[in-house]
């Protein structure tokens, strides 16, 4: 019985942590969000869009890009770079 207790208690709280855990991504079901969770979220924890100033993630991404060559990660193409990129400036602080 206190197994039990115990048991539903840490479920509990696992459940609270998961509530006030990262602030979830907008529009996070989106082509461009889930392209930014894959994309952006391989070497690090995606980080929220709102994080920086749109003037700052362009410096950024660059600099983004440049370890994706560093890594032998593909590069992304014209057409995720601007979809990214969108997403990043559309939300942005
Ligand atoms: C190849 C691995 C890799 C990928 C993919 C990657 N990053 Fe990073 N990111 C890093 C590393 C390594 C750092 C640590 C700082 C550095 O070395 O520049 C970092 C740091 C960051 C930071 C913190 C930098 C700061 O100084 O504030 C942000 C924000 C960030 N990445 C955003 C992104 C975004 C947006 C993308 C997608 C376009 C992305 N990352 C994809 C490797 C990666």
Redesign the pocket.
Known sequence: MKRALCFVSMVGLTMIGCAVGPTPIPEAQSPAALL?AE??G???AV?HPK??TAAE?QH??V???Q??I??N?VA?TDEQREM?MSY?QNNAR
């Open positions: 930014y994309k952006c391989a070497c690090h980080p994080r920086n993630w950024l991404f600099l983004m890009e370890r994706m560093e890594r990660i992304l990214l990043l």
